[in-house]
């Protein structure tokens, strides 16, 4: 099955208390996994940062279904004992929050952690993904107690069944 990377491409509605590093937007600091080179980091509870993905790569009918859609993000606590905890979920374009996971990046203030969402499998909990609801995805991050975390990537895979292209040559005969 063929997977395709969704980048950020811009930052929506956000708490100033979400900075830049090594960028000077979130969603350019969020765009490469880049050992911590660029990153946003936030410490204050209750804090959001929306963040919306470039269109698909993929043409719309070369995708016959799209089968998930997970997140792929990479951070740190920047603290020595504490972790750092923020909620990460996918907004709908109708400003819907849904499959809000809780990702705790463990105390170290120098390694960078890996944590994956859950691939999704429908967009709402009921219906099938479609390529238009590809085309509007933001994820939202809401910051969790006060521990200062850095994220350095938010991506979004997806993972699609390709559409079945008619072969004419074979249908027809390859000497028409």
Not at 4 to 18: C, I, N, R, V
Not at 77 to 102: D, K, Q
Not at 110 to 128: F, K, L, M
Request: with cysteine; proline share 3%; hydrophobic share 35%.
């Amino acid at each position: 099955m063929p997977n395709m990377t969704l980048l950020p491409d811009d930052t929506g509605t956000a708490s100033s208390d979400w900075i830049a590093v090594g960028e000077s937007t979130r969603h350019e600091a969020l765009a490469s996994d880049d050992d911590g080179t660029s990153y946003v980091k936030c410490n204050d509870n209750n804090e959001t940062m929306i963040i919306e993905y470039a269109n698909p790569s993929v043409a719309s009918g070369d995708i016959a279904s799209i089968e998930s859609v997970q997140f792929l993000s990479v951070g740190k606590s920047s603290h020595r004992s504490s972790a750092s905890i923020v909620a990460i979920a996918f907004e709908a374009p109708a400003g819907v929050s849904a499959y809000t996971e809780l990702c705790s990046y463990d105390a170290h203030r120098t390694n960078w952690e890996t944590i994956n969402g859950t691939p999704r499998t429908t967009s709402d909990g009921s219906n099938a993904w479609t390529y238009s609801d590809l085309e509007g995805l933001e994820m939202i991050c809401t910051k969790s107690l006060t521990v200062e975390v850095h994220l350095s990537y938010l991506a979004l895979k997806v993972s699609y069944t390709e559409a079945v292209t008619a072969d004419n040559a074979t249908f027809f005969g390859a000497n028409f």
